[in-house]
């Protein structure tokens, strides 16, 4: 068996991104081990055991050009969700920027939205 258990988000600050992620959009904070010269930072969305993001603290020019820009522009994250028009309101009331009105596509129901470090993803409800 094998399933993809973390994917790197790369971010300027990692407290300002747990503060964003976990204070604003209720998610939760599974790991935050101090290494020294960096951070282990897991957390998972609300209800999910797997499918967890790595923070993780840009260091040098390079690093931090990326952030915002890790999927070249593209929507590059998809966070599922068994409720849209609950989570959408959520994520408004909250004051997530969405580039777009929710809209049907055969796959399901989406709305791209951009975190406070400009990364752009899919809120999603499959059908």
Known sequence: MQ???????VVP????????????????LTEDVDQGHK???RILPPGASQGSLIL????????QSTIGNQFGGRVGLFLATNDFERDHHAMQAAGVTFEEVPR???????????????NRWDLIQFT
Do not use: S
């Open 3 to 9: 399933y993809l258990h973390a994917v790197a988000l």
């Open 13 to 28: 600050d990692y407290d300002e991104a747990i503060a964003f992620y976990c204070n604003t959009l209720g998610w939760q």
């Open 39 to 41: 951070r282990w930072v």
């Open 56 to 63: 993780a603290r840009a260091e040098g020019d390079t690093q």
């Open 104 to 118: 049907h596509e055969p796959y399901g129901t989406v709305a791209v939205w951009r975190d406070p470090f400009g």
